[in-house]
């Protein structure tokens, strides 16, 4: 078993659709971070997460420690959000990221 | 601020040559990590150097090693290349001594192996 699972894999919305992507991890953590990866490889850091919340414009990210689970949110999606979205755990005690399979977001105008 | 750039941005090696990559992180960040990413296993962590010294590591064998210099530049090096070494290497550079600090990652090396 993964140590950090994403769900769903793949989702397909319309344009202006609230997407809730999903991340589970199953070690301590120190830090957990969102990534953004557009078609041609680039990345893009969205959060770094150790409690709480954080909003940046359309996006939202919570994480509850004790269940072990983030959520990244998109509001009012736009078809330029569409990218393959990463969740990393940064393991406690350890200096390295570990990361999810990733999860391909498409919105259809 | 320039951005992370990494060098080649494309790659052709074959089987059994070694290979050698470049990351130049931002400007005042002391630390770089390196990332190998295949459709198959996702984003995995090879390693990070911070200040000239590798202070964690992946589980990746001993034909990928790394070093980096006193300007912060980083060089990832890969020997008797092997086909499954084919992916898109990425290096990130950030400010602070540990992973709690933003990441910015460079646009990555494709590397093919034939």
């Known amino acids: 078993k993964n140590e950090v699972e994403q769900s769903p894999q793949n989702l397909t919305a319309q344009e202006g659709e609230f997407i809730t992507i999903n991340c589970s991890y199953s070690v301590g953590i120190s830090a957990l971070h969102w990534l953004q990866q557009h078609p041609g490889g680039g990345i893009v850091s969205l959060f770094m997460?150790?409690?709480g919340k954080k909003k940046h414009g359309r996006l939202i990210a919570t994480i509850n420690i004790q269940e072990k689970h983030s959520s990244l949110h998109i509001t009012a999606s736009h078809p330029r959000d569409s990218a393959v979205y990463i969740c990393?755990?940064?393991?406690?005690?350890?200096?390295?990221?570990?990361f999810g399979q990733g999860t391909r977001l498409t919105i259809n105008p | 601020k320039a951005g992370v750039t990494q060098t080649p941005r494309y790659l052709i090696k074959t089987r059994g040559q070694q290979v050698t990559l470049s990351c130049s992180p931002i400007?005042?960040?002391?630390?770089v990590s390196w990332y190998q990413q295949t459709p198959g296993q996702g984003l995995q962590f090879l390693f990070e150097?911070?200040?000239?010294?590798?202070?964690n590591k992946g589980n990746f064998p001993g034909r990928f090693s790394g070093r980096q210099f006193s300007n912060s530049r980083s060089e990832m090096n890969v020997s008797t290349l092997e086909l499954g070494d084919s992916a898109l290497y990425l290096c990130?550079?950030?400010?602070?001594?540990?992973?709690?600090?933003?990441?910015?990652f460079g646009p990555g090396t494709r590397l093919t192996v034939l």
């Open positions: 997460l150790s409690s």
């Open positions: 990130a550079s950030s400010s602070l001594a540990v992973y709690t600090d933003t990441q910015y």
């Open positions: 400007s005042g960040h002391r630390s």
């Open positions: 150097y911070f200040s000239e010294t590798q202070r």
């Open positions: 990393a755990v940064l393991i406690q005690g350890a200096q390295k990221l570990v």
